[in-house]
């Protein structure tokens, strides 16, 4: 009996570049399923994430602003929205796979912290000689166990693709860590290169969005760097009638679409210059192949040394840091020497799993507010338990 052809993945592959990722040249799952008639095996990874407790927790973690600082900034959930976006835009005009990249995009931030990069660091302090802590390996972890859906399997039984883009996410602020099933000297798929320029894009352009709204950094501060020198130069003796409300999206908005073209046409270039036909070409390619030119780069690189000191290392945003690793050093420290504090499902844990591997799930797994809530419920004599 002939095997059955999903119509919709037949249709999107007609559609894809030679060098995109197709389904059917999947690696496939670790547990045998059945495949939809009707989806593609990344789409049924996509809604898988999307269908998650620990993606539902990202609305409550931090981007840079703490949770209660206000409405309006980022959350990383709103951080992985808009990293999606801005890659499957990237996607689509290199014609890869869209519904890997959504999948990956959706997933790459599942692992974080409450308290954003200051709780990676500080769990990082907390499980030296543990195991040691890293959010990608950890998100990793949060598809292939902690996450519990299924009768016949732990985790959600994710694609190798789409767990090979979790675990090999790099940017700035992340780097890959060689996890034995993922060790190969191969490249990543285009569409996790996609990804993790599309993280960065995101972060500089709404760190730079939040930023400017709290106030902690200014319009005129920005003057002397090159990527708002070229959106100055654009509103030039245009909307004048404008709010500064909508003139600082409408830069911020620019600012986006002036990376995003850049790396579409410079991606484009590399392609053709390297020769990259098929999947094993971009596989065996070392050098990143999804790129910026060298002239956008070097303003981003001045943008984000700005951001560093201008808006990271502002004393507002440092205060947020220190107090935020001090709650999650007292709660990680009177849950290892207490460890019957534990909620229910992670104290049963402990009867076949390492107590400090147990803490850490626990408390990386926390949301801002939650986390803050537990150090009221710990350590305050007359909040309630």
């Not at 799952?29 to 990344?42: F, G, L, T, V």
């Not at 927790?57 to 309006?72: A, M, P, S, W």
């Not at 500064?244 to 990376?259: D, F, G, H, L, S």
Request: net charge positive; proline share 4%.
């Amino acid at each position: 009996m002939p095997k059955k052809v999903n119509p919709v993945q037949i249709y999107s592959e007609k559609l894809l570049a030679p060098y995109a990722m197709r389904s059917r040249f999947s690696k496939g799952r670790k547990h045998k399923e059945a495949e939809h008639p009707y989806r593609s095996m990344y789409q049924r990874d996509r809604e898988r994430i999307i269908h998650t407790t620990a993606f539902r927790r990202l609305e409550y973690k931090t981007q840079v602003f703490v949770n209660h600082e206000g409405d309006h900034y980022r959350t990383r959930l709103t951080h992985t929205i808009e990293v999606a976006q801005i890659a499957r835009s990237i996607a689509r005009a290199l014609r890869l796979n869209e519904d890997l990249v959504e999948a990956i995009a959706l997933a790459h931030d599942l692992g974080h912290t409450p308290f954003g990069h200051t709780g990676e660091k500080t769990l990082k302090e907390l499980m030296k000689g543990h195991g040691g802590f890293d959010h990608n390996i950890h998100g990793l972890r949060v598809v292939d166990i902690l996450e519990e859906r299924y009768p016949d399997f732990k985790g959600l039984n994710l694609t190798w693709e789409v767990r090979e883009g979790i675990v090999r996410h790099s940017s700035p602020y992340d780097k890959p860590h060689s996890v034995a099933e993922f060790s190969s000297k191969d490249s990543p798929t285009l569409e996790t290169q996609v990804v993790d320029v599309a993280d960065e894009i995101a972060y500089d352009s709404h760190d730079l969005d939040d930023g400017l709204s709290s106030g902690i950094i200014s319009k005129s501060d920005l003057s002397r760097l090159s990527i708002w020198k070229r959106v100055a130069s654009a509103f030039k003796g245009r909307y004048n009638n404008m709010s500064p409300q909508m003139k600082r999206y409408q830069a911020v908005r620019m600012v986006i679409n002036t990376y995003a073209t850049d790396l579409i046409r410079e991606s484009t270039r590399r392609l053709e210059r390297l020769k990259i036909k098929t999947i094993a070409d971009v596989r065996k390619t070392p050098k990143k192949i999804i790129a910026f030119s060298p002239a956008i780069n070097k303003s981003r690189e001045e943008l984000r040394s700005f951001l560093f000191k201008n808006l990271y290392e502002n004393y507002r945003v440092l205060r947020m840091a220190n107090k935020s690793s001090r709650f999650l050093r007292e709660l990680f420290e009177i849950y290892i020497s207490k460890p019957e504090a534990l909620s229910p499902p992670y104290h049963r844990r402990l009867k076949r799993d390492d107590k400090y591997r147990v803490v850490c799930d626990y408390v990386a797994g926390m949301t801002d507010r939650y986390a803050l809530d537990e150090y009221k419920k710990l350590f305050e004599p007359y909040e309630r338990v």
